[in-house]
């Protein structure tokens, strides 16, 4: 065998694949390679406060989660320590282990929960998921890799399994353990996808073993921008930073994103003039590409000419916990701990601002509406940005509170959503880039306003630094610093949302 050979199947045999790189190679195998061989660059993309927010529910979620087992003994770490403990456990026939790690063929991975059965002398395997059903795009294909690795290993399984919450369990006094989650028999599922599985962990090993970087752009090049992998501008070092992945919905067609990536049409500028696109994406485009604003002004002054004084722009602060943190709570369900108001009493008024955060570790939901009942009127509109959220919270909180259910269902009858304007594609501006987030279109009607001279610049932050404030251990400066923060930023919500307004108001 030539000296060359030899030496890419030692290489093959030194390359370790976790059940995460796994995954990460089904969904982009470029981003998975540059992980185990270029983990500067993989790592050099920081992790959003919403990823990390991912990681740490899951984290909280497999805790409560083996309580399920009360007995179970856990096994700390991944390496060839915690590998030879699992084996010492495995010979000894323990009944349940948290965290089990095995390694075989170069395939490594750490099982939630294994469960011995002595009777039948096989296993039950647990994968336990921070999420409120099972996804099969994703949870069966982890399990499945497991279930491969352990048949590799000798390990009879007899069934497999995905714990995930219960989004039907509501929270009354101490959490119902047995209640809360759900376990998923996905026995049948698994042994059917099984030899694909298989077959794609050699197909990843020999992917992932290669020396040399791949060449060409990565998988995600035939994904919407939302859907981009971490590394997706190293890869892809002549995509623009806004092109015909960030046109709406282009995620959705995908046969016409592979045809413009096919032909090397990543700007918006090259798009052919006979492409088909919905009129939601022409008028993106054609305002980019003509450097244009589209403005309705009769149908805008249609929408702002029934609102009614006094104008109460309104906006929500939530933390969706997983696990009920108080009673009437199911997994998931949003908590609302902050609100901001800006009250504008007729026009050429200035607004005045209310505001509203809860800073202890109680239900703050009758504190919440208490605050809103003092400082909402009877009449005049109240001003929200995706109408949807506010108002499902709102619904959420007459349940909890049937006192308050007039006074907030009266809310709701009152609520406008100025995000409409956008999206009824009344204005269209180039640098909206095809979005009707505020973020988006604030810079562009109110440049002087901006989230970037904020600490906290994003709601996945907020919801983040309050749980932080009410859960851990900090410092009393601490404390007071987080608050601020957060009030600032809920602060400028509000405000961003009267100042969109009155830019509007001004150009009719």
Same mark, same amino acid.
């Given at each position: ?153 000798? &390990? $009879?399984?007899? *069934?497999?399994?995905?714990?995930? !919450? ?8 101490? +959490? #119902?353990? =047995? ?114 604003? &589209? $403005?309705?002004? *009769?149908?805008?002054?249609?929408? !702002? ?8 722009? +309104? #906006?929500? =602060? ?191």
């Amino acid at each position: 065998m030539p000296a060359r050979q030899v030496r890419r199947l030692w290489y093959i045999f030194d390359v370790n694949i976790s059940k995460t790189e796994y995954l990460l190679w089904r969904e982009c195998k470029k981003n998975a390679w540059l992980k185990l061989h270029k983990p500067k660059i993989f790592y050099s993309f920081p992790l959003s406060e919403f990823e990390k927010s991912i990681i740490e529910t899951g984290n909280e979620v497999e805790i409560v989660a083996r309580r399920l087992f009360p007995t179970g003994v856990l096994i700390e770490g991944r390496d060839e320590q915690a590998q030879k403990l699992t084996q010492k456990y495995i010979a000894e026939k323990e009944r349940t282990l948290f965290q089990p790690v095995f390694l075989k063929d170069g395939f490594l991975a750490a099982l939630d929960i294994l469960q011995y059965d002595k009777e039948t002398g096989k296993y039950s395997i647990f994968e336990i998921k921070a999420s409120n059903d099972v996804d099969e795009k994703t949870h069966l294909y982890d399990l499945s890799f497991q279930v491969a690795l352990l048949k590799k290993c000798g &390990i $009879k399984i007899d *069934v497999a399994n995905i714990i995930h !919450l219960n989004s039907k369990y509501e929270r009354h006094g101490e +959490l #119902d353990i =047995e209640k809360l989650f759900t376990i998923s028999n996905q026995t049948k599922e698994i042994e059917e996808l099984l030899p694909k599985v298989e077959f794609e962990m050699n197909v990843a090993k020999e992917y992932l073993s290669q020396e040399k970087e791949p060449p060409g752009y990565c998988d995600c090049v035939y994904k919407g921008r939302s859907a981009h992998c971490a590394t997706f501008t190293y890869s892809n070092p002549t995509v623009p930073e806004y092109g015909i992945h960030d046109i709406a919905r282009i995620g959705m067609s995908k046969k016409k994103l592979q045809e413009f990536a096919d032909r090397g049409i990543f700007k918006l500028e090259d798009l052919p003039d006979n492409i088909e696109l919905s009129e939601i994406q022409q008028n993106q485009v054609r305002a980019y590409v003509e450097n244009i604003e &589209i $403005k309705n002004k *009769v149908e805008i002054s249609k929408e !702002l000419k029934n609102l009614v004084f006094p104008l109460y722009f +309104l #906006d929500y =602060e939530t933390y969706p916990s997983a696990i009920p943190r108080f009673d009437d709570f199911s997994p998931y369900q949003q908590i609302p701990f902050q609100y901001s108001l800006h009250i504008v009493e007729k026009a050429g008024v200035e607004p005045v601002h209310k505001e509203f955060l809860h800073t202890g570790s109680d239900n703050p939901s009758e504190h919440f509406v208490k605050s809103l009942q003092n400082h909402i009127g009877p009449t005049g509109n109240v001003i929200v940005w995706n109408k949807k959220f506010e108002c499902k919270i709102n619904n959420e909180l007459a349940k909890r509170i049937p006192e308050a259910k007039s006074f907030l269902e009266a809310l709701n009858a009152r609520v406008y959503d100025l995000m409409d304007i956008f999206s009824k594609q009344f204005y269209v501006h180039k640098d909206f880039k095809g979005s009707t987030s505020i973020k988006y279109v604030l810079p562009v009607l109110a440049p002087e306003l901006s989230y970037k001279k904020l600490e906290i610049q994003e709601g996945g932050t907020a919801s983040q630094k309050w749980n932080e404030l009410t859960t851990t251990h900090i410092t009393k400066e601490e404390r007071n610093e987080i608050a601020e923060n957060l009030k600032r930023y809920c602060e400028l919500d509000t405000f961003a949302m009267y100042a969109i307004w009155k830019h509007l108001d001004g150009i009719l």
